[in-house]
C-alpha cells in the first residue's frame, strides 16, 4: 500500500474515532481467562502465490506473527483452531453444489476438495498433533460448524482470531464469534487481505464496532499471563490435595 493512501485513510480513521467516541463507541471487550487461537484460511489458495485468492504480506508478516502466537499457544497447551475451506461438489452446475451460491461472486470452484494440496494448511505454520483442523463452506468459521460448541466444551471465554480476508472471512468469523458469545481480538499483524487499504478499514471498523484489535506482542504477554496463573493453580490445587 502507498505511503499516500495510508496517510488518508490515518486521517479519515482520526475523524472517524472522534464521532465514535462522542457516540459511545470504541468501548473494550477485553482478554478473559482461557483464549482460543482461530486461524482462519492461512491454507496454501490464500498463503502462496499464483491463486485466485493470494493474499498480500503473507511471507513478511503474517506467517512470522503466526509462528509467534502458535508457539505462545502450545507452550501453554491452549486450544488452536486452524479453519480451511474446500469444496466437494464445484461444478458450478450442479445445483446440489455444497458451494452454494458464494461461486456466484467468487472463484471458490477452485478449491477443490479432491485438491488437498490448495486447502492444505501453509506448512509454515502447520498443525500439530492435539490441534483441530476445521472446514468451513461460508465466510465464517462458525456459520454452519461445529465451532462454537467445541470452544464452549475447552472452557474457552476468549478468541485471538488471525487470517485472511480481513474483510471477509476474518470479519465474519469475529462478528459471529461476538454474537455466539466469545471475548474477540484481532490480531493485527496476523490479518491480511488482497487489496490495499482493505486491511487498514476492516481492523478500524472491527475495533469500534465487534473486536478489539491488538497486537501481537500484546496477545503474547497475555498469553504469558493466563498460562503462568493457570500454572500456578494447578501447582496449588496439587499442593492441597
Not at 20 to 38: E, M, S, T
Not at 140 to 153: P, Q
Not at 163 to 170: D, K, P, R
Amino acid at each position: 500500500m502507498s505511503d499516500k493512501l495510508e496517510q488518508v485513510l490515518e486521517a479519515a480513521f482520526a475523524e472517524a474515532t472522534r464521532r465514535y467516541q462522542d457516540r459511545g463507541f470504541q468501548r473494550r471487550v477485553g482478554f478473559g481467562n482461557r483464549p482460543a487461537l482461530i486461524s482462519v484460511d492461512l491454507a496454501n489458495a490464500w498463503t502462496r502465490p499464483g491463486n485466485p485468492f493470494t493474499c498480500e504480506h503473507v511471507d513478511d508478516q503474517i506467517i512470522p506473527s503466526m509462528q509467534a502466537l502458535l508457539k505462545g499457544f502450545r507452550k501453554y497447551n491452549l486450544p488452536v483452531v486452524h479453519v480451511t475451506t474446500c469444496y466437494e461438489i464445484t461444478d458450478r452446475h450442479n445445483p446440489n453444489t455444497d458451494m452454494g451460491l458464494w461461486h456466484n461472486k467468487i472463484p471458490i470452484d477452485v478449491v477443490n476438495q479432491s485438491n488437498p494440496d490448495i486447502w492444505a494448511i501453509d506448512s509454515r505454520i502447520a498443525p500439530v498433533e492435539g490441534e483441530l483442523t476445521l472446514i468451513k463452506k461460508r465466510a465464517s468459521a462458525f456459520h454452519g460448524t461445529y465451532l462454537a460448541g467445541y470452544l464452549r466444551a475447552a472452557g474457552v471465554d476468549t478468541i485471538l482470531v488471525t487470517g485472511v480476508t480481513a474483510s471477509a472471512c476474518v470479519r465474519e468469523t469475529i462478528c459471529d464469534g461476538l454474537a455466539d458469545g466469545f471475548r474477540t481480538i484481532a490480531v493485527k499483524e496476523a490479518i491480511g487481505d488482497r487489496v490495499p487499504g482493505a486491511v487498514l478499514w476492516n481492523l478500524f471498523d472491527i475495533d469500534a464496532k465487534f473486536g478489539d484489535v491488538e497486537t501481537t506482542e500484546t496477545c503474547l504477554q497475555y498469553l504469558d499471563r493466563v498460562g503462568q496463573a493457570a500454572a500456578e493453580a494447578s501447582s496449588h490445587a496439587r499442593r492441597v490435595a
